[in-house]
């Protein structure tokens, strides 16, 4: 597609549910960024991934939280045992690499709400 | 620590008036920072990116400045109309640490009233 998929747009999971939310980002787009965002806040950064590689994941707030892109393309955010505060919309972003310009582009989020 | 500061409260104007947004950050030493677009529902938008070498850059009713000295951006929309109103969001590429991510204020909601 033209633009960064995600699915799906909203996820409704009790307490201690896992979940997993998809991204298709832009063909042929290297890097693939995932992000957490708060009501009323800006995105929080969650993990990198360059082609295949998970190259920064120092934003992944418990080890309840595991992504992967295991053929470089479409990325899956998975977190465990949900609890309440994971409540959040999860942005999936990507990048192409060309020069420095790190300018990225957003699908519209999937609305994760834990009751 | 590091820390990007961004109008919490909205901003109201008249259609027309010029809308100037904020962007002041802390222990940081940006190489580029970048405007998004947030609009209810959606995923943020690109509208502009400024170089740290970079004063002033422009794109139609957009113009953003950067002053590395102040640690502060300006963002402006000038002629402003009722289709501007979104939430702005201002974000910190700093690539020689290493780090790709963006790192984003909070946003400011701009209201532009007919």
């Known amino acids: 597609g033209a633009g960064v998929s995600q699915s799906p747009r909203y996820k409704v999971a009790k307490r201690g549910q896992d979940v997993a939310l998809r991204c298709d980002p832009i063909?042929?787009?290297?890097?693939l960024f995932w992000y957490q965002q708060a009501l009323g806040q800006g995105p929080e950064f969650l993990t990198y991934?360059?082609?295949?590689?998970?190259?920064?994941k120092s934003g992944l707030p418990s080890d309840r939280f595991f992504a992967e892109r295991p053929e470089g393309s479409v990325s899956t955010l998975k977190i465990q045992r949900t609890q309440q505060e994971d409540s959040a919309v999860y942005l999936c972003?990507?990048?192409?690499?060309?020069?420095?310009?790190?300018?990225?582009?957003f699908g519209a989020g999937t609305r994760l709400s834990v009751l | 620590s590091q820390k990007i500061e961004q109008n919490s409260e909205a901003l109201n104007i008249q259609e027309g008036k010029t809308a100037t947004l904020t962007c002041n950050y802390t222990n940081y030493s940006p190489a580029y920072l970048q405007w998004y677009r947030q609009d209810p529902g959606r995923g943020p938008v690109f509208l502009l990116l400024?170089?740290?070498?970079?004063k002033e850059k422009r794109k139609e009713r957009l113009k953003v400045t950067f002053d590395t000295t102040l640690k502060q951006s300006l963002f402006h929309i000038t002629a402003s109309q009722p289709a501007d109103s979104a939430t702005y969001l201002c974000a910190l590429d700093a690539p020689k640490t290493g780090r790709r991510a963006l790192t984003f204020g909070s946003g400011t909601r701009l209201q532009v009233q007919p």
């Open positions: 400024i170089r740290e070498n970079e």
């Open positions: 063909s042929g787009h290297v890097s």
């Open positions: 972003a990507s990048s192409s690499q060309s020069g420095q310009q790190n300018i990225q582009y």
């Open positions: 991934f360059q082609n295949e590689a998970q190259l920064d």
